[in-house]
Structures are given as structure tokens and as C-alpha cells.
């Protein structure tokens, strides 16, 4: 969706056709879009640390947009899933290549699939990348060892969440394998 906040923030782009730089400005763009400017866009990244961000992934967007750092700060917005997040950072940071960038960029490609994973469409669409495919290079390239887990090609929100119950040793499918589950269509079909 080319919202006015998302054509700012690719017109400031520094790698417009990369997938890391469509996420983020897909999530940021989104939160904008829904709470505005006075909140900050992802729940848990504080005022310098999305600043950071900005000049990091959109240098001059924080102008363009308006966006007022001092009275950013504190005015984080509240999410009841706040936990969710965490839990999908500390699975993603467990995963992260350190090896591409600064750390600093993992954590914001990691912010944005952790925010976006609570959305109520297929990842790539709530990243608002164009398909499956970008969203599958993203995580191969900035978290190589989680993707290489998903040997089955899962859904990766689903993804995520089954590694995320996996961890806690918590077997909440329906069936003892995926390969003879009822909803197998629902996790592996078509996206």
C-alpha cells in the first residue's frame, strides 16, 4: 500500500530495491499510518534507537516527515502483545548473521518482522514486500540459520511461532508430524 508516509520514506531510501529497506519502510509506514506521528512506530524501539533507524535505513525521512525526536521520546505506543515481540526478537537475534552489517541493522530488520508478525495477513504482505519471495531472501540473508531450518518451506509466521513453541517445549499441532496433519494445506499451502 503506497501510503504518503511509504513514498516518503522510499523517495529517501538508500537501497530502494532491497527487501530489508521495503520491511522496514512497510512496517514503520503502517504504524504511522494508523497512530500517527506523535507515537513511536515499533513497539519497544525507543526514540534514539528509531532515530538511529531512520538515518541509518532513510536519511533526511525523519525531516521530510516531520517527526520530532524530543517529543518522541517516551511516547511509546502500547501493545498488549509487547511480549510476542520479545520473544520473536530473542528468537531472531539467536539467528542473526553478524557476519551483514552492523548489528545494529539486524535488530531493525528483526523489529520489523517481529512487529509485523502480529499482523493479521501472510508476513511478506504485512511487511508490504511485493511476495513470498523477498520475505524468504530477508530472512535467509539477515537470519541464515533460522531459514535453514525451515526445510519444508512453512509459512514463515508459522514458522516462527511453531520455533517459538519448539523452544519452550510446549506441542500445541494437532497431529505428532506436520506431514500428517489435518491442517497441513493451512501452514505449507499457497500463499
Not at 519497544?44 to 532513510?58: E, K, N, Q, V
Not at 531472531?92 to 512487529?115: F, I, M, Q
Request: with cysteine.
Amino acid at each position: 500500500m503506497q501510503t504518503t508516509t511509504h513514498v516518503v520514506l522510499m523517495s529517501c531510501a538508500g537501497d530502494a530495491n532491497d527487501p530489508a529497506t521495503l520491511a522496514i519502510a512497510g512496517v514503520l509506514s503502517a504504524a504511522f499510518e494508523r497512530y500517527g506521528h506523535h507515537l513511536l512506530p515499533m513497539p519497544g524501539l525507543d526514540a534514539d534507537a528509531t532515530r538511529r533507524l531512520f538515518l541509518h535505513w532513510f536519511p533526511k525521512a525523519d525531516v521530510a516527515l516531520g517527526l520530532d525526536w524530543v517529543a518522541l521520546t517516551g511516547a511509546d505506543r502500547v501493545e498488549p502483545r509487547l511480549d510476542e515481540i520479545e520473544d520473536l526478537l530473542s528468537l531472531l537475534r539467536d539467528h542473526a548473521a553478524v557476519t551483514h552489517g552492523t548489528a545494529e541493522a539486524s535488530e531493525a530488520v528483526a523489529y520489523a518482522l517481529a512487529c509485523a508478525s502480529l499482523g493479521n495477513n501472510h508476513l511478506w504482505q504485512d511487511l508490504d514486500l511485493p511476495s513470498r519471495l523477498e520475505l524468504s531472501a530477508l530472512i535467509s540473508h539477515w537470519f541464515p540459520g533460522l531459514a535453514a531450518r525451515n526445510t519444508q518451506n512453512m509459512k514463515w509466521k508459522r514458522f516462527f511461532y511453531k520455533q517459538l513453541c519448539l523452544r519452550e517445549e510446549l506441542l500445541i499441532c494437532r497431529a505428532p508430524t506436520c506431514g500428517v496433519c489435518p491442517d497441513y494445506a493451512v501452514c505449507f499451502g499457497p500463499e
